[in-house]
């Protein structure tokens, strides 16, 4: 038990706490040292594309600003930090030539890092593809597979004497779909067919750098990241049930099956021919030996965990997603808090796939509060869904998960995809116009929660904290 009766929810010894960012989102430093244009720059160079007229040519600056984060993170007292590496900074042109700026850069963040007593998480892949390489018809081309392979080896074999943990691709359904179903994010196409291939091309480029980061860095620890939402029936006829498996299939075990058991879910490649999406059963851009590769075994999965899905069969007989709260209980993305779900998840995967170590390598919500009259920034809604997230967390590991770490997302306010810089999900609040930061009140609690290795179920959210801009000179 925690303080006066209140239950404290605790975590292992060897728990890693950290928190999470990607190089698109906060990096900047567009056109500084050497770096390629990517896919996200050209989308938010098109009008309309962004909500808000923006783009991450400078973002939070972190190029210029790693050392000032780096001490934020040692200020937090976390132990691991999971970052993704710009593809386009280190290989400008997607292959070939290798840009020796772009991997200096990397080489002294990973040195910052060791230095201040972070264990590095690099992320490969982060949706940032070359546009060199989309140019050449993208992740709908199989060609790119090869380029991706060549990539990780070129980032292993230079960071690997220091570097054990490794991510390839982060959230394989959000590339294809929203950015080759639907056109949501980068690079904007809707093509269903093209999703389809995408999301292959993706899962076999992961198994090959599996490959490619096991000879680079023998005893490497490997994963991939996929954003798992469960789905639940609005109610329990066979429709809504139906459209809740169907969900399932098309978001969670697409990308699981392939992973884990090296075939796609039968139910789910019918759904896909009903829809007419696919010609037949066989999906002819499934060459022999893909899957073999793709299930090439892992060492961990990561796990990007925010909110559930409530599922509805609609008046037309198609599956439809239906509101499941009310607004106030709601993030600024709209997705419901539903902590346990993420209960649910890590429980579901560990007994379905059976991953050797899991990460739940993003969970957060996103709230804009404005700093109070005394300058402090008391997101006590942020405070509280991280402290319900680690309680159900903690409640996973008590029934047998093999959660290894956890990962906040995210570090800093930044640019939030195709929303701009209008969905703020940092601990550390960042003035877009001057690149100061200034740590919120939940991430003095979320540093708290750290140096106790536990959080309280119904602790009063934390309102310590002061008004000044972090000085990572303190």
Not at 72 to 78: T, V
Not at 366 to 375: E, V
Not at 421 to 434: I, M, N, P, S
Request: glycine share 10%.
């Amino acid at each position: 038990m925690g303080r006066a009766g209140v239950t404290r929810y605790a975590f292992p010894d060897n728990f890693l706490w950290g928190v999470a960012t990607s190089a698109p989102q906060i990096e900047g430093g567009r056109h500084e040292g050497g770096r390629g244009v990517s896919i996200w720059d050209r989308y938010a160079d098109t009008p309309g594309a962004i909500a808000d007229g923006s783009h991450a040519d400078v973002a939070c600056d972190h190029f210029h600003r790693w050392r000032e984060d780096i001490e934020l993170m040692r200020w937090l007292g976390i132990n691991a930090y999971r970052f993704s590496l710009a593809w386009p900074r280190i290989l400008p042109n997607g292959t070939g030539a290798v840009n020796a700026a772009g991997l200096d850069f990397y080489d002294a963040l990973v040195d910052g890092l060791l230095e201040a007593g972070i264990e590095p998480y690099p992320t490969l892949y982060h949706w940032d593809l070359p546009q060199a390489l989309q140019d050449r018809g993208g992740w709908g081309e199989r060609s790119v597979v090869d380029a991706f392979a060549e990539y990780a080896d070129v980032v292993t074999r230079r960071l690997g004497d220091r570097v054990r943990n490794w991510t390839t691709i982060n959230e394989p359904w959000c590339i294809a779909v929203l950015g080759h179903e639907e056109g949501h994010h980068a690079p904007g196409h809707k093509d269903p067919a093209e999703g389809l291939r995408v999301a292959h091309h993706l899962l076999l480029a992961h198994g090959r750098a599996v490959r490619a980061i096991r000879d680079a860095v023998p005893g490497a620890k490997i994963g991939i990241v996929h954003n798992h939402t469960p789905a639940h029936p609005a109610t329990d006829s066979h429709g809504d049930t139906d459209a809740a498996r169907w969900f399932d299939g098309f978001f969670n075990r697409w990308f699981l099956d392939p992973l884990f058991r090296g075939r796609y879910p039968a139910d789910a490649v019918a759904d896909r021919i009903a829809s007419g999406h696919l010609e037949g059963p066989e999906m002819h851009f499934v060459q022999a030996g893909d899957l073999a590769a793709i299930a090439t075994p892992i060492d961990f999965l990561g796990v990007n965990y925010y909110s559930r899905v409530i599922m509805s069969q609609n008046v037309d007989g198609r599956p439809e997603a239906v509101k499941a709260a009310p607004d106030h209980e709601l993030t600024d993305m709209g997705w419901e808090v539903h902590p346990e779900g993420l209960h649910e998840t890590l429980l579901h995967l560990h007994r379905e796939y059976g991953p050797p170590e899991i990460f739940i390598t993003e969970n957060g919500a996103a709230y804009d509060d404005p700093p109070g009259p005394d300058g402090l920034i008391d997101d006590v809604r942020r405070i509280d869904y991280l402290r319900t997230h680690l309680s159900a967390a903690s409640r996973a590991i008590a029934d047998g998960v093999p959660l290894a770490g956890y990962f906040a997302w995210s570090l800093l306010d930044n640019f939030e995809w195709a929303h701009g810089y209008q969905k703020k999900f940092g601990l550390v609040a960042v003035d877009f116009d001057t690149c100061e930061r200034t740590p919120k009140n939940s991430a003095h609690w979320y540093r708290d929660a750290v140096a106790a290795n536990a959080v309280d179920a119904a602790a009063t959210p934390s309102t310590r904290g002061d008004s000044r801009v972090f000085d990572s000179r303190n």
